[in-house]
């Protein structure tokens, strides 16, 4: 298996996971180039971020529908509208509502608009020369917890203490030393640059990043092309690799 990592979005840029053969190790990078300069070739990226966006009409992505239904509620509410691609125009809030409802008819969320640079990012990167030798796919931290947890959905939010024992339990399941982990990142960074949560949904996307294609799935199952030829797709797994270290 080549190398694998788990990325979720935080405060002071990116917190990762990445397994090399039977190490796993953890940090910060400001952005996706500082992440991938010190990765091999031929990494597998999998990163809490809407990858691949329509461009108009009325209708949203399937990938996010399908992730929504599978969660139910309360879950699925984790799962909101990614933005449309003209939306990664804007700069303001209000800028980014405008153009939101000329390409969709819809206002965009302001949880969507506080991670649009990151969005923006992302596909932005994907659409460069800089990822090639890289293999970078979207995932959705509570669809991952779902599918580890044989297609239920987590009981408690992840934002209180009873959710994230919950989800630490889950993924002691599947990689023996998670609780080690955790913990060593708690201690090494500010909540006020990687919260708790991030913490979590970095490591259950290593998880599914270590995972053989083989076991992979993805929402929907056949996933559609956005304009720009980038898979619109939710990956996650029910059988990962179980490993010790």
């Not at 990592?5 to 935080?10: E, P, Q, S």
């Not at 302001?110 to 796919?137: H, M, P, W």
């Not at 995932?139 to 919950?166: D, V």
């Not at 919260?195 to 996307?205: F, M, N, P, S």
Request: glycine letters at 6%.
């Amino acid at each position: 298996m080549n190398t694998a990592v788990g990325v979720d979005g935080c405060k002071a840029g990116w917190f990762y996971f990445r397994k090399d053969q039977t190490s796993v190790s953890f940090g910060v990078a400001s952005d996706l180039e500082e992440l991938t300069s010190v990765l091999p070739k031929n990494s597998r990226i999998f990163i809490d971020i809407p990858i691949g966006l329509i461009d108009s009409g009325s209708d949203e992505r399937e990938c996010d529908k399908a992730a929504r239904k599978a969660l139910g509620r309360p879950r699925g509410s984790s799962v909101f509208p990614a933005p449309a691609y003209p939306v990664l125009k804007a700069a303001e809030y209000s800028d980014a509502k405008d153009l939101s409802v000329i390409a969709i008819g819809k206002k965009l969320s302001k949880q969507a608009f506080n991670i649009i640079n990151k969005i923006r990012e992302v596909n932005n990167y994907l659409l460069s020369s800089q990822n090639a030798g890289y293999t970078i796919r979207e995932i959705h931290p509570e669809l991952c917890f779902w599918g580890l947890n044989k297609r239920q959905p987590m009981k408690h939010s992840k934002k209180c203490s009873a959710g994230f024992e919950e989800r630490l339990t889950l993924l002691e399941n599947h990689l023996s030393n998670s609780r080690d982990l955790t913990n060593r990142a708690l201690i090494k960074f500010r909540r006020s640059d990687v919260a708790k949560d991030d913490i979590l949904d970095a490591l259950v996307g290593m998880v599914v990043a270590s995972t053989f294609d083989n076991k992979l799935k993805t929402l929907p199952a056949t996933p559609q092309l956005d304009s720009r030829g980038i898979p619109m797709e939710i990956v996650y797994t029910e059988q990962p690799n179980n490993y010790a270290r």
